[in-house]
Structures are given as structure tokens and as C-alpha cells.
């Protein structure tokens, strides 16, 4: 899993006032828990963007005035206009701990029926997983290349080390749909050879 770091600063005041004169300066609030002790810190806002503004899953080293937390991302606040972002909350991570956690997923191979006309529809853009921080992986690949026409990859298909997806197992991932063209061309197809 890839690392970013970033760097915060304790907050002396708590509350509302404190956290708007914070904001009004392109500073995010935040807390960071699962420790021995909550840390209330804030972060420049510009060092948030290669976190929240992305497909890809990160553990955080979380730098706080020379103490560094690793650490995930749990849960982010946005303004419901602005969409600045108001809060965010980490979750310090141990090795004995499992964790649960957001994974992308990336589809790999040219799937039989995309040859034959069909489309991949991608059914799950990403995938909650249960395990240890060492085996909490950055991408699940999901192979569709057997996939044909009308085939259906599920989430008991997908190899797992060390987690497991928190996903009922007939979930889909990935299918091939089948164009209405190609149905329509079919089925004269059908009726021709029935004459």
C-alpha cells in the first residue's frame, strides 16, 4: 500500500468559532482516534487534495508537529454548497489490528465477449475489505478476460491473501451486457433458421 504523509498541527481552542477561523484560512480541522488518546489537529487544506481527490487507497503517515501516526482516512465532512471540505477524521492503524477499509478495483484482460460486441459494464467501482494493515492490498484486480456475452464475475471469483471482502459472495463485479444490436441481430439470426 502507498504511504502519504502529511502534516498537521495540534489545536489549542476547540469549537465552532476556532474550527471557522480555521477554514477562513484554508485549514481543515481534523481528529485523529483509535490511539490511546483523541488528537485534534488541523491541516493545511492544499495537502488534502492527493487523498480525498482520487480513485486510490492510502495509508497516512500523519505528521503532527514531529509525532508521525500511521494512519487512514474515516471520514471527510464537505459543505453541501461549496463543497470545501469541513472535517476529516483519521483512524490510527496498528499491525496487530485488522482494519476495514475502501479498495479500488481495476479490471484487467480483454474479456471474450467485448470481442464479440458486448460491453463491460463495471458493477462495483470499489470494495470494502476486512484484514491486517500488511495484507490490505492497494488495487483488487478482477481478471474478466473469460467473461463471454451475458457472463457475470462475482466477488467469490476474486482472489483473496490475508482479507476478506465485506460483500455478500453472489455480489456482481463486473458483466457483459449484450447491445441491443447484437440481441436484435441474433434473434432474426433465430428466426431465419426456424424458416
Same mark, same amino acid.
Given at each position: 500500500m502507498e504511504i502519504i504523509e502529511i502534516l498537521g498541527y495540534k489545536r489549542a481552542n476547540l469549537g465552532k468559532a476556532e474550527s =471557522? =477561523?480555521?477554514? &477562513?484560512?484554508?485549514?481543515?480541522? *481534523?481528529?485523529? $482516534? *483509535? *490511539?490511546?488518546?483523541?488528537?485534534? @489537529? $488541523?491541516?493545511p487544506m492544499v495537502l488534502l487534495r492527493d487523498l480525498i481527490y482520487t480513485p486510490n487507497a492510502y495509508f497516512v503517515d500523519l505528521n503532527i508537529e514531529g509525532v508521525v501516526y500511521r494512519c487512514i482516512l474515516k471520514e471527510i465532512q464537505f459543505h453541501p454548497v461549496s463543497e470545501m471540505i469541513l472535517h476529516?477524521? @483519521?483512524?490510527? &492503524? @496498528?499491525?496487530? =489490528?485488522? &482494519?476495514?477499509?475502501? &479498495?479500488?478495483?481495476? @479490471?484487467v484482460g480483454k474479456a471474450i465477449g467485448v470481442a464479440k460486441g458486448g460491453v463491460l459494464s463495471k458493477k462495483q467501482r470499489k470494495l470494502a475489505v476486512f484484514g491486517y494493515p500488511k495484507h490490505i492490498p492497494s488495487i483488487i484486480d478482477v481478471d474478466v478476460s473469460n467473461l463471454d456475452l451475458g457472463n457475470i464475475s462475482r466477488v467469490h471469483q476474486i482472489q483473496t491473501e490475508g482479507f476478506t471482502i465485506l460483500a455478500l459472495p453472489s455480489t456482481p463485479v463486473a458483466s457483459i451486457e449484450i447491445p441491443r444490436a447484437l440481441r436484435s441481430a441474433a434473434s432474426k439470426e433465430e428466426k431465419k433458421g426456424k424458416k
Open positions: =471557522k =477561523k480555521l477554514r &477562513i484560512n484554508a485549514q481543515v480541522p *481534523g481528529v485523529l $482516534y *483509535g *490511539g490511546q488518546e483523541q488528537i485534534h @489537529f $488541523y491541516v476529516v477524521d @483519521f483512524l490510527q &492503524i @496498528f499491525d496487530d =489490528k485488522k &482494519i476495514k477499509m475502501e &479498495i479500488p478495483v481495476a @479490471f
